[in-house]
């Protein structure tokens, strides 16, 4: 098993940065992708950015060019880089282990005001 938990939401301006967290509490090199997702109200769950184990990336069209994901192995940690933030990025972000362990953080709120 193994368990993950967000942190670096907030409310930032248009334009405006902020980077999240991801904390995994086993090896990343035991999870075969790492994902960000996001949800906005009265909208589906939708993938971000995904970090597979060989290091690939890759990125939703609406965030490519602005967002990053990353990982620093020796802490077990995920990030997402997200730049140019718009109000449409305004949404739950969720950090997902995937196989073999499918398991979900409690989300991490960001708004992006206008």
């Known amino acids: 098993q193994v368990q993950v938990v967000e942190s670096g939401g907030g409310l930032v301006q248009t334009g405006g940065s902020l980077r999240l967290s991801c904390s995994a509490s086993r090896s990343l090199f035991g999870i075969r992708e790492m994902n960000w997702y996001r949800q906005a109200p009265g909208k589906q769950r939708e993938l971000v950015a995904a970090i597979r184990i060989d290091g690939a990336t890759n990125y939703a069209d609406s965030v490519k060019g602005r967002f990053t994901i990353s990982r620093v192995t020796a802490n077990n940690t995920v990030y997402l880089q997200m730049n140019s933030l718009k109000p449409e990025d305004t949404a739950v972000y969720y950090c997902?282990?995937?196989?073999?362990?499918?398991?979900w953080g409690q989300g991490t709120q960001v708004t992006v005001t206008s």
């Open positions: 997902n282990a995937g196989a073999p362990w499918d398991s």
